[in-house]
T-cell receptor
Framework: EPEVTQTPSHQVTQMGQEVILRCVPI?????FYWYRQILGQKVEFLVS????????KSEIFDDQFSVERPDGSNFTLKIRSTKLEDSAMYFC?????????????FGPGTRLTVT | QKEVEQDPGPLSVPEGAIVSLNCTYS??????FMWYRQYSRKGPELLMY????GNKEDGRFTAQVDKSSKYISLFIRDSQPSDSATYLC?????????FGPGTRLSVLP
């Protein structure tokens, strides 16, 4: 069964450093998402992406965040200058079409620890 | 008022019990209602989705949506220890999902 994959599973970085989180969405999916879950808190929407453009973004997704689809398979989230409060699980998700946005499939997540 | 509210639990039930999980919401624009299951330190796994009001059944799981009351439920029949997880409701208007905080469920053998 196809699945969303994410690398690395755990990333430790120092405050102020740049990190890139990587995702490989399901191959025939066209819409991609990033979510964040701070430990013990709810899953929060960050951004949606379609046709090489951001479709929607939340207030959390400020100028320190960017997303990119550098090739036909990867989808990345870059955090330019990490802060302690960026420590969280980051989940990538994908869906086949905007008409099925409710049917998002999530990856296993990357745990980001900022020290 | 928070956009989506959910009893955080934890909820403990004996194996075989019927479980009822609920969410309330405030945004009447929500049209899609989803239930996800999340095991510890894993990604959310889609269980069921429903469009607008009504019921939907899938095996031991039944989802109900009452848009007039802004209330959704997930029922699990014949609960199993493997159902022990955190259950997240999620709602969407467009592509922006809003998740509830999750209810932690333990099914005891």
């Amino acid at each position: 069964e196809p699945e969303v994959t994410q690398t690395p599973s755990h990333q430790v970085t120092q405050m102020g450093q740049e990190v890139i989180l990587r995702c490989v969405p399901i191959s025939n999916h066209l819409y991609f998402y990033w979510y964040r879950q701070i430990l013990g808190q709810k899953v929060e929407f960050l951004v949606s992406f379609y046709n090489n453009e951001i479709s929607e973004k939340s207030e959390i997704f400020d100028d320190q965040f960017s997303v990119e689809r550098p090739d036909g398979s990867n989808f990345t989230l870059k955090i330019r200058s990490t802060k302690l409060e960026d420590s969280a699980m980051y989940f990538c998700a994908s869906t086949h079409s905007s008409g099925r946005a409710y049917e998002q499939y999530f990856g296993p997540g990357t745990r980001l620890t900022v020290t | 008022q928070k956009e989506v509210e959910q009893d955080p639990g934890p909820l403990s039930v004996p194996e075989g019990a019927i479980v009822s999980l609920n969410c309330t919401y405030s945004n009447s624009a929500f049209q899609y209602f989803m239930w996800y299951r999340q095991y510890s330190r894993k990604g959310p796994e889609l269980l069921m989705y429903t469009y607008s009001s009504g019921n939907k059944e899938d095996g031991r799981f039944t989802a109900q949506v009452d848009k007039s009351s802004k209330y959704i439920s997930l029922f699990i029949r014949d609960s199993q220890p493997s159902d022990s997880a955190t259950y997240l409701c999620a709602m969407a208007a467009g592509q922006n999902f809003v998740f509830g905080p999750g209810t932690r469920l333990s099914v005891l053998p």
